[in-house]
Structures are given as structure tokens and as C-alpha cells.
């Protein structure tokens, strides 16, 4: 029995000594990945830290984000947790909720029908939305819902106004305290689109009223809230921006609809949607997750309970306590994964690097869960987890791409229509005088698919995710469109608008 117990106590020895030569070998090679994977970034000429990809802030008076419409939304308080560890309270509640007041769209009523009766968007429904709202002053029904519309936003000319003195300044930074990492707040996200979303709305009516001129000062608006909800390196923020951007789109298309545009302000319009370059915003916020991640990768390793403190308060049940199948893990696989992490996104940006302002970012490439799969799990299992969403990322810059493309394109169209009377035979006509070339399907880099039909009107599309020609398939509402289509003039409810 003795000799039992010797020989189970060597091996059981043996075995520890086993495990702790294994976890050490992988520690090692674990922060040897890491150390190699940031000389790789550096020698790339890439950021590593957050103040090497912001750089200076502009100053308040240039500064979108520091005007009076977000002031106080983004104060924290300095204080210490029960461990005496610094801590950051977020004090901007207040501010933000005069932001929220200020900014709010009315919701659908209740009773309100699914299926609309008119083309486009019903302006005598959104009026009805705004009479039953809280703080609005709204006249009683009338048979002209534009002229109501316009009287109710008079309660929101503060809105308005603040929006103008942001619009007014170059540059825009959100004070976001990125250190925070996952837990970092983005409270002006959703409050810019629904300032865009009230400038639409007074578009809209502006147009139908005959009011073409301040309906475009409307459309620039748009515009600028967009650029200022890509400008900071967040991903959400370049989503909200191309969301922003569709409503630009969609209240030039209802302009085009009833031929309301005049050819000077075709003009202007199409020289503003051919502006929109969204590349450099997507790298931007690309270098942004790659040192969110690599903090995140930091915050679990140096400081676990602070980091799954943080995710509890957050309000995500199930993560107060460090899991054990995380704390058995060693620390050099969360370095592998930190490296792993970082490597994948970096052939994300290189690619945007490389590939053409006018081309697919989608297409072309080896997918994120191909790039994961050939790399050992324990060494990418967290990558795995969190990484595959990216893909969206470039499919949905992809669509954005093309409905700007086409939005130019019926533009340059419609100057040809006011000139002509009619529609041109083929997009090359449209060249030295209403565009300087033909633009390109973002997905296969052929000239965008258009056709003129025997009414007079036209088609005209790109070919879409399948990158297949399917004839200007639009597909079914609420469905991936087979075909990215120009909506028709008698588009409605079962059309697509962007």
C-alpha cells in the first residue's frame, strides 16, 4: 500500500510538473505571438494605442460633437469602487435626456393601419404621429398635411437651430472615453439619426409644399449629422451613418418622384452624394476594433473580476464571476487570440487598403470563419466568437456603395430629362455632360446595369450580394434584394425605398 501511494504520489508529481512545463511553454509562446503580432502593426505604420489613432481633438469652436446640442451628455465623475480602484460614474442622464426631448421622432400610433394607401411616405400619417405626441403644438387636421407637418416642427425650431450651429463646424469628436472598451457609452448615436430623421420629416413637407430650395438645405443637413456619426472610430457609428445617409437618399428620391428638383439643385445633389466616401471611415473604425479588442484582451488578463465587474453592471446577467472554464485557461491562449484578433482585422484593413474607392469590399477576399477555421481553436476561440459579425460590416458598405452609385447615376439622369425631355438610350450619353464617366457596379466593376423602357421610363440597378445579373430583381420587401434596384417613380408599399 505504501509503495501504492509512493508511486501514485510520483506520478501525480509528474503530472503537475506536466501541466505547469505545458502552461508555461504556452505562456511563452502565447506573449511571443503577441510581441510579434504588435512589431508586425508597428511596422505596418498601423496605431497600437488610442492617442496614436485620434491625435489631436479640434478645437470646440470646430468641433460637430462639442456644440450645445450634446452639452453635458458626455460628463463622468471621477470616484473609487470598493477596492479603491479608479472608477468613472457617468453623469451626463440629465443632458441626455433634453437631447432624447429634443430629438425624438413620434412613434406609430397604435391604431395605425399597416398597409399605406399612398406612395412613399404619407405625410398625413406622420401629421396624425405628431398631434398625438406629447409636446408638440399642432394645428387641427387640414387638407393639406405638408402645411400641418411644417406648423408642428415649429415646436422643434430649438432643434433646428442647434442643429444649424453643429452643421457650421469642420470637424467632429465625441468625447468617448474608448479605455472603457466594450463599456464604452455611445449616447449621441441614436440622437443623430433622430435629428436626421425631424430634417427629413420638414423636408419632406417642405417639398410638397413647392419649397424645393429649403427642402435641399434639409438634404445638406442630413448630410452633415451623417459625416459626424462616422467621424470617431466606433463601427455602430458607421452603420448610424450610412442609416443617415439613406435618409438623404430617400428624400431626394421622393423629390425626384414628382419631378420636384430643379436641374441647378440636381446639380448640387449629385455633387454631394458623389462626395460620400465612406472608406476611410470604415479603416478608421476597423483601427478602432482592432484596439478595442486588443484592451478588452488586456482588461481580462491583468484585471478579470474588475472586467466581469464591469459587464455585471452593464446589466448582462451571468457574467459577475470570472467563469471557470475561463480561469483555467492559460494566459498565453488569450494572447494567441489577442494576436489572432488583431491579424484578422488587419487583413480586413489591408484589404480596404488596397482595394478601389469604387469597388466591393465583400468580394474577392477569403471570409473571416475561413481565416479563423485554419487557425488551431484554442488559439482562436475567442476570435471566433466575436469576429464573424465583421463580415456584415463590409456586405452592408457594399449596399451603401451601390445606393450611392445609382443615386448619382439618376441624378445625372434626371439633368438629362430636364435638358432633353426624355431619358437617354444608354448611361454613355450622359457623358462629358452630366457625369464624367459611366460609374461602375461596385461588385463586379462593370458599368451599372440601365435600360430604357418603351413608356419612357427607365431601370437601372446593380447586380447585388449573389453577383449575379437576375434583370432588376428587386426582390420582396423585408428580403435581401436579389438586385440593389433604383425604386420606380409609383414605388409604395410594396416597393423598396432605401
Not at 13 to 19: F, G, P, R, Y
Not at 128 to 138: K, L, N
Not at 379 to 397: D, G, Q
Amino acid at each position: 500500500m505504501k509503495k501504492f501511494l509512493r508511486r501514485s504520489g510520483f506520478a501525480f508529481l509528474a503530472l503537475i510538473t506536466l501541466v505547469a512545463l505545458a502552461y508555461a511553454i504556452e505562456n511563452w509562446r502565447g506573449a511571443a505571438a503577441w510581441t510579434a503580432e504588435q512589431k508586425r502593426i508597428r511596422d505596418r505604420g498601423e496605431p497600437l494605442v488610442w492617442a496614436d489613432l485620434l491625435g489631436a481633438a479640434p478645437a470646440p469652436e470646430d468641433n460637430f460633437a462639442a456644440s450645445p446640442l450634446f452639452a453635458g451628455i458626455f460628463e463622468y465623475q471621477q470616484t473609487k469602487d470598493a477596492k479603491g480602484r479608479d472608477r468613472f460614474e457617468w453623469m451626463g442622464r440629465d443632458a441626455l435626456k433634453r437631447l432624447s426631448e429634443l430629438t425624438q421622432v413620434p412613434p406609430p400610433l397604435k391604431d395605425e393601419p399597416r398597409e399605406k394607401p399612398t406612395r412613399g411616405i404619407d405625410l398625413a400619417l406622420v401629421a396624425a404621429r405628431f398631434r398625438a405626441a406629447p409636446g408638440f403644438t399642432c394645428p387641427e387636421p387640414s387638407a393639406d398635411p405638408a402645411k400641418d407637418l411644417l406648423a408642428c416642427l415649429t415646436s422643434r425650431q430649438e432643434t433646428f437651430d442647434l442643429i444649424d450651429d453643429a452643421a457650421r463646424r469642420p470637424f467632429s469628436r465625441f468625447p468617448i472615453r474608448y479605455e472603457d472598451a466594450d463599456q464604452a457609452l455611445l449616447p449621441h448615436l441614436a440622437h443623430l439619426k433622430g435629428a436626421a430623421s425631424l430634417l427629413q420629416i420638414r423636408a419632406l413637407a417642405r417639398l410638397q409644399t413647392g419649397d424645393s430650395t429649403n427642402a435641399l438645405s434639409d438634404v445638406r443637413l442630413i448630410l452633415r449629422i451623417s459625416r459626424a456619426a462616422g467621424a470617431d472610430p466606433v463601427l455602430i457609428g458607421g452603420l448610424v451613418q450610412f442609416a443617415i445617409e439613406n435618409l438623404a437618399v430617400n428624400t431626394f428620391w421622393h423629390g425626384w418622384r414628382d419631378s420636384a428638383w430643379t436641374d441647378s439643385q440636381l446639380a448640387e445633389l449629385q455633387q454631394r452624394f458623389s462626395a460620400i466616401s465612406s472608406r476611410s471611415n470604415i479603416l478608421l473604425a476597423l483601427r478602432g476594433e482592432r484596439i478595442f479588442s486588443s484592451t478588452l484582451y488586456d482588461l481580462m488578463l491583468d484585471d478579470p473580476s474588475r472586467y466581469f465587474e464591469s459587464v455585471a453592471e452593464a446589466g448582462e446577467e451571468g457574467t459577475a464571476a470570472f467563469p471557470p472554464s475561463v480561469r483555467i485557461m492559460p494566459s498565453g491562449w488569450f494572447r494567441q487570440n489577442q494576436a489572432t484578433h488583431s491579424r484578422v482585422i488587419d487583413d480586413m484593413i489591408r484589404h480596404g487598403q488596397e482595394r478601389p474607392e469604387d469597388r466591393a469590399l465583400s468580394t474577392d477576399r477569403v471570409s473571416l470563419m475561413q481565416q479563423l477555421q485554419a487557425i488551431p481553436l484554442p488559439y482562436s476561440i475567442m476570435a471566433r466568437m466575436v469576429l464573424p459579425y465583421l463580415e456584415n460590416t463590409f456586405k452592408t458598405a457594399d449596399r451603401q456603395l451601390a445606393i450611392t452609385q445609382l443615386t448619382v447615376t439618376a441624378c445625372a439622369l434626371e439633368r438629362h430629362r430636364i435638358a432633353h425631355q426624355s431619358y437617354p438610350a444608354t448611361l454613355d450619353a450622359l457623358i462629358p455632360g452630366f457625369l464624367p464617366r459611366v460609374p461602375v457596379d461596385p461588385i463586379d466593376g462593370q458599368p451599372l446595369r440601365y435600360s430604357l423602357k418603351p413608356d419612357g421610363t427607365f431601370v437601372l440597378y446593380s447586380i447585388g450580394l449573389d453577383g449575379r445579373d437576375n434583370g432588376g430583381d428587386a426582390g420582396k420587401p423585408n428580403q435581401e434584394a436579389p438586385d440593389w434596384v433604383w425604386p420606380q417613380r409609383n414605388a409604395g408599399p410594396a416597393g423598396r425605398l432605401f
